[in-house]
């Protein structure tokens, strides 16, 4: 193979909502850097590849604010499907006639395994690596029953780098229908395509646990540490009653600092605890005019940012409030929905539970409302990250 007759097309448009970490998984850091920086050099060890485009997510918000792109790396806007997201890569390609499409969640690919598929896509047109399916296959029943036990002996599971044939790949994504990949669209138009062997090490990011799977398989360390965060207001008549980012029908509301959820304060506090990063009272003083009357969710927001930008994942937030009124499992759901989407976290992260103090104190008498968190976050102990906290 000729150098810089390849191309290289990392498909990085996702926006990340479904995975509940407020930074599109494509661009969370994996021992210091960018999932997709992983990708880049390893395609770039690679003699005969000349260019490389990631495709990055049409609004430039879900994505410049957490990766700087390598000098000499093209990006693109990606479309609505994939196969637009594909072509707009493809098109940025300049001098390439063969090229490897690749998605950036998975951060593991070696350089066996892309030389792997350029050779199986120079000998027949088009390739694609494979893995065995090792468990048991079962086909299921609308209503959750066994059906049926599927062969495994012709199954694989298809993984990426891709590699084609430039302009026969662009052709096809042209005219097909909605694929999940461009060997599904070369199928479709009746190419071949030759199956080489995958790497079993070469996952995919899908939920948040494999992250940790990749961090170790990577060979990086993690770092976890607990919070916990406790916040008291007084009942008072007269004012909206905002508990839990949730606003709640009474005649009276929590008395204190910004709107006074005490649930919220307590989330950011456990949160700073944790992190090392300060408390409520420090960063939004109650003294200051600014922050009177404010909505607490924005200031839990900024207290969640302030926690990822130091490289941290929440993992957990167990949140107990302490009142006779409201009576919490009513709105529980709802609680941790909003809470989950203030944090930046999915809410299978957080627990929300409610207790009294079985008429014990002005809070046992009604007078108040009490709430204790307990918040558990992670993060990368590899020698870069720390180098730069």
Same mark, same amino acid.
């Given at each position: 193979?000729?150098?810089?007759?390849w191309?290289t097309?990392?498909?990085?448009?996702g926006?990340?909502t479904?995975?509940?970490?407020?930074?599109p998984?494509?661009?969370l850091?994996? $021992?210091?850097?960018?999932?997709? %920086?992983?990708?880049? &050099?390893?395609?770039? @060890?690679?003699?005969?590849?000349g260019?490389? #485009?990631?495709v990055?997510?049409?609004?430039s918000?879900?994505?410049?604010p957490?990766?700087n792109p390598p000098?000499?790396v093209?990006?693109?806007?990606?479309g609505?499907?994939?196969?637009?997201?594909?072509l707009?890569?493809?098109?940025?390609l300049?001098s390439?006639c063969l090229v490897?499409?690749?998605?950036?969640?998975?951060p593991l690919?070696?350089?066996?395994l892309?030389?792997?598929?350029?050779?199986g896509a120079?000998?027949?047109?088009?390739?694609?690596?494979?893995?065995p399916?090792?468990d048991?296959?079962k086909?299921?029943?609308?209503?959750?029953?066994i059906?049926g036990?599927?062969?495994?002996e012709?199954?694989?599971?298809?993984?990426?780098?891709q590699?084609f044939?430039l302009?026969?790949?662009? $052709?096809?994504?042209?005219e097909? %229908?909605?694929?999940t &990949?461009?060997?599904g @669209?070369m199928e479709?138009a009746?190419?071949? #395509?030759?199956?080489?062997?995958g790497d079993?090490?070469?996952?995919?990011?899908?939920?948040?646990?494999?992250?940790?799977?990749?961090e170790s398989l990577?060979?990086?360390?993690m770092?976890?540490?607990?919070?916990i965060?406790l916040?008291?207001?007084?009942?008072a008549e007269?004012?909206?009653?905002?508990?839990?980012g949730?606003?709640?029908?009474a005649?009276?509301?929590?008395?204190?600092?910004?709107?006074?959820?005490a649930?919220?304060?307590a989330?950011?506090?456990?949160l700073?605890?944790?992190?090392?990063?300060?408390?409520?009272?420090s960063?939004?003083?109650p003294?200051?005019?600014?922050w009177?009357g404010?909505d607490s969710?924005?200031l839990?927001e900024?207290?969640?940012?302030?926690?990822?930008?130091?490289?941290?994942e929440?993992?957990?937030?167990?949140?107990?409030v302490?009142?006779?009124?409201p009576?919490?499992s009513?709105?529980?759901?709802i609680?941790?929905?909003?809470i989950?989407?203030?944090?930046?976290?999915?809410?299978?992260?957080?627990w929300?539970k409610?207790?009294?103090?079985?008429?014990l104190?002005?809070?046992?008498?009604?007078k108040?409302?009490?709430?204790?968190v307990?918040a558990r976050?992670?993060?990368?102990?590899?020698?870069?990250?720390?180098?730069?906290?």
């Amino acid at each position: 193979m000729q150098k810089n007759t390849w191309g290289t097309v990392i498909v990085a448009a996702g926006s990340g909502t479904r995975f509940g970490s407020g930074v599109p998984k494509q661009f969370l850091k994996l $021992r210091g850097r960018a999932l997709v %920086d992983w990708s880049i &050099d390893a395609f770039r @060890a690679i003699e005969e590849i000349g260019e490389i #485009v990631v495709v990055t997510p049409g609004d430039s918000d879900l994505w410049k604010p957490f990766w700087n792109p390598p000098a000499g790396v093209k990006t693109v806007a990606g479309g609505l499907r994939r196969q637009d997201s594909v072509l707009a890569g493809l098109k940025a390609l300049e001098s390439s006639c063969l090229v490897l499409v690749h998605d950036a969640v998975r951060p593991l690919v070696s350089v066996s395994l892309i030389r792997r598929v350029m050779k199986g896509a120079v000998d027949s047109g088009a390739a694609v690596p494979v893995i065995p399916v090792r468990d048991t296959v079962k086909s299921v029943t609308p209503s959750s029953l066994i059906c049926g036990t599927v062969s495994r002996e012709t199954l694989r599971m298809s993984q990426t780098p891709q590699g084609f044939t430039l302009d026969v790949l662009m $052709r096809v994504l042209r005219e097909a %229908d909605e694929v999940t &990949d461009e060997c599904g @669209a070369m199928e479709l138009a009746g190419y071949d #395509v030759l199956a080489v062997n995958g790497d079993p090490g070469n996952m995919k990011l899908t939920d948040p646990e494999d992250l940790m799977i990749i961090e170790s398989l990577k060979g990086g360390i993690m770092e976890s540490r607990t919070g916990i965060g406790l916040d008291f207001h007084p009942f008072a008549e007269g004012i909206p009653f905002v508990v839990g980012g949730c606003l709640m029908e009474a005649d009276f509301g929590l008395s204190g600092h910004s709107d006074g959820d005490a649930v919220l304060h307590a989330v950011a506090d456990a949160l700073l605890s944790a992190s090392r990063l300060g408390d409520i009272g420090s960063l939004f003083p109650p003294e200051d005019e600014e922050w009177k009357g404010a909505d607490s969710a924005v200031l839990l927001e900024k207290v969640s940012g302030l926690v990822r930008g130091e490289g941290w994942e929440i993992r957990q937030l167990d949140v107990t409030v302490v009142s006779s009124f409201p009576k919490i499992s009513p709105i529980r759901e709802i609680m941790i929905e909003r809470i989950a989407g203030v944090t930046g976290t999915e809410p299978e992260r957080v627990w929300v539970k409610g207790t009294t103090t079985n008429t014990l104190g002005d809070i046992g008498r009604g007078k108040g409302l009490a709430c204790m968190v307990m918040a558990r976050i992670a993060r990368s102990t590899d020698t870069e990250v720390m180098a730069n906290h």
